[in-house]
């Protein structure tokens, strides 16, 4: 199975600051991660796919970048709204494995 | 509007089954594989199966493997869970999801408890 570490787990962030979190694959994942946000009580929603690319209705602020084994995922500007749970998905091999997740908060 | 809506969780004892259901709306279901993800309280995601468009091809967890069986009746645009023997660590929320570049759509989720 490939494993993915995700950091950090958590982290805390000014409003209009930019934070980034990071996820590293035990192994090439070939650019197949995706990007998700959770809030509280709601599923995850996906925010970016094949490691840049911007779903429909994904803010500008939200970015993704990397390649091989090592990816990040970048909020500038975090707004309120933003203020979730981030989980990086590699779904280029089978079993599909998440991050362990990393939980946004106000400072 | 792409909806998924699960049905079926509940409360079950060590060993028993459940089945959830899931259905779909808003595409054409039987174009795209589903997947089943489940989360566990206060943990990660973890993904459980998936099942081709057909429904002729499934893969599975290692760590459910001969326990939980997919399945769907594109007629009906619903896909299904049969979780069987289960244990309590299968307490979890129980998301059906549609697979195009990652899982691109969940549903609500449901919630399962496993417990005597």
């Known amino acids: 199975d490939i494993q993915m570490t995700q950091s950090p787990p958590s982290l805390s962030a000014s409003l209009g600051d930019k934070v980034t979190i990071t996820c590293q694959a035990s192994?090439?994942?070939?650019?197949?991660i995706a990007w998700y946000q959770q809030k509280p009580g709601k599923a995850p929603r996906q925010l970016i796919r094949?490691?840049?690319t911007l779903v429909s209705g994904t803010p500008s602020r939200f970015s993704g970048s990397g390649s091989g084994r090592d990816y990040s995922f970048s909020i500038s500007n975090v707004e309120s709204e933003d203020i979730a749970s981030y989980y990086c998905?590699?779904?280029?091999?089978?079993?599909?494995?998440f991050g362990g997740g990393t939980k946004l908060e106000l400072k | 509007e792409v909806q998924l809506v699960e049905s079926g969780g509940s409360l079950v004892q060590p060993g028993g089954s459940l089945k959830l259901s899931c259905v779909a709306s808003g595409y054409t279901f039987s174009n795209y594989w589903m997947d089943w993800v489940r989360q566990t309280p206060g943990k990660s995601l973890e993904w459980i199966g998936e099942?081709?468009?057909?429904?002729?091809?499934?893969n599975y967890a290692p760590s459910i493997k001969d326990r939980f069986t997919i399945s769907r009746d594109n007629a009906k645009s619903t896909l299904y869970l049969q979780m069987s023997n289960v244990k309590s660590d299968d307490t979890a929320i129980y998301y059906c999801t549609r697979f195009y570049s990652g899982f691109d759509y969940w549903g609500q989720g449901v919630m399962v408890t496993v417990s005597s």
């Open positions: 099942i081709n468009t057909d429904g002729s091809k499934t």
């Open positions: 192994q090439n994942i070939n650019k197949y």
């Open positions: 094949y490691t840049s």
């Open positions: 998905l590699q779904y280029d091999n089978l079993p599909r494995t």
